[in-house]
């Protein structure tokens, strides 16, 4: 039996988040960029697929390790990339399980086999873009010539979860796969059919900022989820949701998923608040494993509360484990030293700037996060319904009120950043996309179902998506 001495108390546990999870941006970011709103990263999950011929509508899951796996696209791309650093499982020189770029960004694989690039934080959106489309240009390169397709929508649309499998195995993905197991069959969908694409923003340089930019994104989310949905599709058919990503998400551990109490923060709008909310929310919540005991388990009924308060077979949590702990909650808005906001599906490759654009015009202007806080404050308490409601995109006549309204609001915030925000036609798109989709009330997937609609089969073929990017192209040079 594993035992330790001094675990964590609960003061212990306020000390973490109020330090590690709820910082205020470094202080060095205004010395050397004193006219910038903010630092940008972006995380980016994709799906690596054989797609045969561009008519097929159902490509090839491609499994990492397996017989027909992706070891030679890793082999070109250490050729090709030496600098980057390969790190493998101890003792299985086969078994990647990250790669460190040379700019400190990291591309990883999640239990599905998906491909996540996710950049570190630049100091501004401009920058962040232009690693994103440098490392794209990379992979592509590399998958062409093992005639690969890199996929951008929010959810694997052609396999199954079964035909995925579990392809990453090491510890904690197999405790996850234990735990979620509980929540079947979403839990499993949630880990290997999922794709997003996740926006990272600072909190500011004071305490209200930091409140306000944290309730706003919280108030956001259903919004987010709506504007952006992008996986009509789960299992090879069209279903009645535009956001299938969205849907399962919410079918989770419900004290691991969606929003802590909120109402401190709306009273108090300081650091404090934001800290308190955050840590009651993540004391509450169950614990999946147990790392030291060997990856143990939990029943789903253990929160970190209880662990703190009784231990566990002797074992009192050490730093280490509310690292972990909190690396597996999912929260809309997810705290970890910078607001990670989770609540857009992967979006295509001509739209990936949107997200990017439309979240830092909220936030990132005073004037317009302050009229979000005007506009979402007095429907708060519609929160959890309007979050259940977005999975069917802008159908809710409420929902889609506010999602033009902030949409506009978006608009004009962007347009107020600095040029480094603007940039490569950045505003553009923006304006492009809520022209094309939510002014109309439409969300990207209407344009896959729309395709899918001319197939036999009633689904999207990989040539159906790339179709829509001359058509989206189109739209876009008419518009200038």
């Given at each position: 039996m594993v035992q330790n001495q001094g675990g964590?108390?609960?003061?212990?546990?306020?000390?973490?988040?109020?330090?590690?999870?709820?910082?205020?941006?470094?202080?060095?970011?205004?010395?050397?960029?004193?006219?910038?709103p903010g630092l940008v990263g972006i995380e980016l999950e994709m799906l690596p697929l054989w797609a045969g011929p561009k008519d097929s509508t159902k490509p090839r899951q491609v499994q990492l390790f397996g017989q027909h796996g992706l070891s030679g696209y890793l082999e070109s791309l250490q050729a090709s990339q030496s600098a980057w650093n390969y790190k493998y499982a101890p003792g299985e020189a086969h078994y990647l399980l990250n790669i460190a770029l040379e700019d400190q960004d990291q591309l990883t694989f999640e239990p599905g086999g998906q491909l996540e690039f996710s950049t570190r934080p630049y100091p501004c959106l401009l920058d962040a873009l232009r690693r994103v489309r440098d490392i794209q240009g990379i992979l592509d390169e590399a998958a062409k010539a093992f005639g690969l397709d890199i996929i951008q929508i929010g959810m694997n649309p052609w396999a199954t979860v079964d035909e995925i499998g579990l392809q990453m195995t090491k510890p904690r993905y197999q405790a996850m796969t234990s735990y979620y197991g509980q929540y079947a069959p979403e839990g499993l969908r949630m880990m290997r059919q999922t794709c997003t694409i996740q926006v990272n923003l600072d909190f500011g340089n004071?305490?209200?900022?930091?409140?306000?930019?944290?309730?706003?994104?919280?108030?956001?989310?259903?919004?987010?989820?709506?504007?952006?949905?992008?996986?009509?599709?789960?299992?090879g058919r069209a279903t009645d949701r535009l956001s299938n990503r969205g849907w399962v998400w919410q079918k989770m551990d419900r004290t691991h998923t969606g929003f802590p109490d909120l109402e401190g923060?709306?009273?108090?709008?300081?650091?404090?608040?934001?800290?308190?909310a955050y840590l009651h929310w993540m004391l509450n919540g169950h614990v999946v494993f147990i790392q030291d005991l060997d990856h143990r388990v939990m029943d789903g009924r253990f929160s970190f509360r209880d662990w703190v308060r009784d231990g566990f077979e002797g074992?009192?949590?050490?730093?280490?484990?509310?690292?972990?702990?909190?690396?597996?909650?999912?929260p809309e808005v997810r705290?970890?030293?910078?607001?990670?906001?989770?609540?857009?599906?992967?979006?295509?490759?001509?739209?990936?700037?949107?997200?990017?654009?439309f979240y830092t015009g909220l936030l990132y202007d005073p004037t317009s996060l302050n009229a979000v806080l005007d506009e979402l404050l007095p429907v708060r308490d519609r929160l959890a319904d309007l979050w259940k409601q977005?999975?069917?995109?802008?159908?809710?006549?409420?929902?889609?009120?506010?999602?033009?309204?902030?949409?506009?609001?978006?608009?004009?915030?962007?347009?107020?950043?600095?040029?480094?925000?603007?940039?490569?036609?950045?505003?553009?798109?923006?304006e492009v996309f809520l022209d094309r989709y939510t002014f109309q009330g439409r969300s990207p997937a209407h344009d896959l179902l729309d395709?899918?609609?001319?197939?036999?089969?009633g689904i999207v073929s990989v040539g159906d998506m790339e179709a829509l990017q001359a058509v989206w192209q189109s739209q876009m040079t008419r518009t200038v």
């Open positions: 964590m108390s609960f003061e212990d546990c306020y000390t973490y988040v109020q330090e590690k999870v709820f910082p205020l941006r470094p202080v060095d970011y205004a010395v050397k960029y004193p006219q910038w004071c305490e209200e900022t930091m409140a306000k930019r944290y309730l706003a994104s919280n108030l956001l989310a259903p919004m987010a989820t709506a504007i952006f949905a992008n996986s009509p599709f789960m299992d923060v709306v009273r108090s709008m300081d650091r404090r608040a934001c800290v308190e074992y009192r949590p050490q730093v280490k484990d509310i690292q972990t702990h909190l690396s597996l909650q999912f705290a970890r030293g910078f607001i990670e906001l989770r609540s857009m599906d992967c979006q295509a490759r001509f739209w990936q700037a949107v997200p990017a654009a977005c999975v069917y995109g802008l159908k809710d006549p409420e929902l889609a009120r506010l999602a033009k309204r902030v949409g506009e609001l978006s608009v004009e915030g962007f347009r107020r950043l600095p040029s480094c925000f603007q940039g490569e036609d950045s505003l553009r798109l923006l395709k899918a609609r001319a197939q036999p089969e």
